[in-house]
């Protein structure tokens, strides 16, 4: 199918008024000009490629929104899934920490944060858009390691990514920034 007349984003330039054939879900060609009687007409829209979010918090604001605000973790996912299609994303990867409570609460305590992934991994088939799992470990957070282990034999992560907030490390340089951020 022929996609024609539109303004095509490319890795090293725009193209106006060109057009795209599509082929069993995949690009098969790209022309710099207009083709006439192609399926689609794009009257000069932009077409692009989708947007890969690899590491996306904002799964806690949509399961959390405001302090003691706690929303089912399915509607959450649907929610923040519509919102990335519209933003152009098509791949996000929902960043779930393995952190120690906090000042988060139970957006980052295990069983949400466990929650979250089954969710992620249950409804995928049914989203708009491709949901992945990134999971953040803290190192220091050796207690979360059997629900993390758990979670990676059952093929539900698909990133992990160790995080050391220790005072000292990166954005608690000492210990009393690392302090206040816990109380």
Do not use: C
Not at 5 to 15: A, G, Y
Not at 70 to 94: C, N, Q, R, S
């Amino acid at each position: 199918m022929w996609l024609s007349n539109f303004t095509l984003v490319l890795p090293n330039e725009v193209v106006s008024e060109g057009s795209v054939r599509v082929e069993d879900g995949a690009i098969a060609e790209i022309r710099a000009e207009p083709l006439a009687g192609a399926a689609i007409d794009g009257g000069g829209r932009l077409l692009m490629p989708g947007f890969v979010d690899l590491h996306g918090d904002m799964i806690e604001r949509e399961i959390a929104p405001r302090p003691n605000a706690h929303m089912p973790i399915d509607f959450g996912i649907h929610e923040l899934d519509k919102k990335l299609a519209a933003a152009g994303v098509t791949t996000a990867f929902a960043a779930v920490s393995f952190a120690t409570e906090s000042v988060y609460g139970h957006v980052r305590s295990l069983e949400t944060t466990s929650a979250v992934i089954e969710g992620i991994n249950r409804l995928r088939d049914d989203l708009l858009i491709d949901h992945r799992v990134h999971a953040r470990y803290e190192i220091t957070n050796v207690g979360a390691a059997p629900a993390l282990e758990r979670l990676l034999n059952a093929d539900q992560i698909d990133m992990v990514s160790l995080t050391d907030h220790t005072p000292g490390q990166g954005q608690y340089n000492n210990l009393q920034s690392y302090i206040l951020s816990i109380s």
